[in-house]
């Protein structure tokens, strides 16, 4: 594993907006925009995986200690933030985010209807 950045101070206000946003939408937005969209992901804990390995352009876990909401720098949860809210703005994307998130861990994807490619 790389060196790791440290977290930002768990008070500081920025980081505590931005904790919320994350929250809310990994925890509720996306979870309820999941059937409607048929995609293949519907609990909070995959929205987390596929926004953090987009944000972050690698498997989160190699550069991020657990749990990421502790251990995420200002910068990486900025990051993560503004992809939740890119897929919450442009549903079509998940899928192929999610597949390439499952990429970054060797795993194989399941066959997708065309509406989901």
Do not use: Y
């Not at 206000?13 to 925890?27: C, E, F, H, K, V």
């Not at 293949?40 to 498997?59: K, S």
């Not at 657990?66 to 897929?87: C, F, G, M, T, Y």
């Amino acid at each position: 594993m790389t060196s790791l950045p440290p977290p930002a101070a768990p008070d500081d206000p920025r980081r505590l907006a931005l904790l919320a946003r994350w929250t809310l939408l990994t925890g509720t937005v996306l979870p309820a925009m999941a059937e409607e969209h048929r995609w293949p992901i519907r609990l909070d804990h995959c929205f987390m995986r596929v926004c953090l390995d987009t944000a972050l352009g690698v498997r989160w876990d190699m550069v991020v200690r657990r749990p990421a909401v502790r251990h995420l720098d200002l910068s990486q949860l900025a990051q993560a933030v503004q992809q939740a809210e890119r897929i919450a703005a442009e549903p079509a994307l998940l899928p192929a985010l999610n597949r390439a998130s499952l990429r970054l861990r060797g795993k194989a994807c399941r066959r997708l209807s065309p509406q989901h490619l």
